[in-house]
């Protein structure tokens, strides 16, 4: 990475705090840290970070709480640091807006090429939420390359903008990801490793393990992609269950 900019480690652990900041530091961030919560949202909000590691086992307050506050006013990318275990854990974390999750120990490269592929992903930011940055309507006369129109749901690959029968639909980063993938390969089943590799980037390719928590994620982030797009369970419009595989794009209605 050329001069990717300011990263901000969040961890009360002055030993991993310090490996933290040498993992970054060697892939080019300028790096500073802070060891509680509040210290570090005010760090993050001053040096305006683009990327942020977060322990979740803070003392002054929970990690999760450190990230809302955060994403009220920074759309930085954040890896959360856990030594915990516990599934819900994971799911917090990206339901929070964390872009990756990664638990200790973990190996030096691992962390960096987790943050290398997580700086290759576009961000969606337009509007005033930053976790759920609205669509923006960029409709086209015609048909185009760089669009995709299933069943009354258009979306812009270029622009990364999303409508629904005609309005505006606010996705996140990783949803708007799964979607785009899933309607890509329309007609073809898609694996819940598929689906991990398609939202998490370039860090997962063919060969990289995936956990069950990876799984659990993209799961996660379907179910709030289903709620959006007003699915019917009974009669979807959009995206269809393939049970015990993973998922596909229901079929272009033709009438």
Known sequence: MNEPGVAVVIEDDEDVR?????????????????????????VVRHHQAVAVTLDVGLPDMDGHEVLRRIRQF???????LTARRDEPDTLTAFLTGADDYVKKPFLPRELRARVSAMMRRPRVVSGPSLLDAPATSNRQNGPSHSSIEH?????????RSVELDGAALALTRSEFDLLLDLLRNRGEVRTRADLVRAARGDYY????????????????????LRRKL???SQAPRFLQTIRGVGYMAVPQKTD
Request: charged residues 25%.
């Open 18 to 42: 310090n490996l933290v900041g040498a993992i970054l530091t060697e892939a080019g961030f300028v790096v500073h840290s802070a060891a509680t919560g509040r210290e570090g949202v005010e």
């Open 74 to 80: 920074s759309d930085a990318y954040v890896v959360m």
């Open 151 to 159: 069943n009354g749901l258009i979306l812009n690959c270029k622009s």
């Open 205 to 224: 390719d063919d060969d990289a393990y995936i956990s069950e928590a990876d799984e659990r994620a993209v799961e996660t982030h379907i179910g709030n």
């Open 230 to 232: 007003r699915e019917d």
